[in-house]
């Protein structure tokens, strides 16, 4: 099965932007779909940016116009560009195929706090 490895998360201030890579073991595109998951403490994980194949990209109304999923096909990678970040983004951020096909990753830890 494919593999994921998500990187790129750590700690930042209010106001302050991430970029988040996750790199699968195998070719992504062979998926519908790819997505961003994150669980904050104590919370439920949820799903915060899903992209198609196609380019249509969807959104948690909590960040949209904040965050922005884009991918590159030839290096087998997922990104979540994160702008405007507020201690409720304070999450572990996980990718997935949107339908959550493959096993998770370790994910990678994002803290906004001052």
């Known amino acids: 099965q494919v593999r994921l490895v998500e990187s790129g998360g750590d700690l930042v201030e209010p106001g302050g932007s991430l970029t988040l890579s996750c790199t699968g073991s195998?070719?992504?595109?062979?998926?519908?779909?790819m997505a961003w998951f994150r669980q904050a403490p104590r919370g439920r994980r949820e799903r915060v940016a899903v992209?198609?194949?196609?380019?249509?990209?969807k959104y948690l109304d909590s960040v949209r116009g904040r965050f922005t999923i884009s991918g590159d096909s030839a290096k087998n990678t997922v990104y979540l560009q994160m702008n405007g970040l507020q201690p409720d983004d304070t999450a572990v951020y996980y990718c997935?195929?949107?339908?959550?096909?493959?096993?998770w990753g370790q994910g990678t830890q994002v803290t906004v706090s001052s």
């Open positions: 195998e070719d992504l595109s062979q998926f519908a779909a």
């Open positions: 997935n195929t949107y339908n959550v096909q493959l096993n």
């Open positions: 992209r198609t194949n196609e380019g249509g990209t």
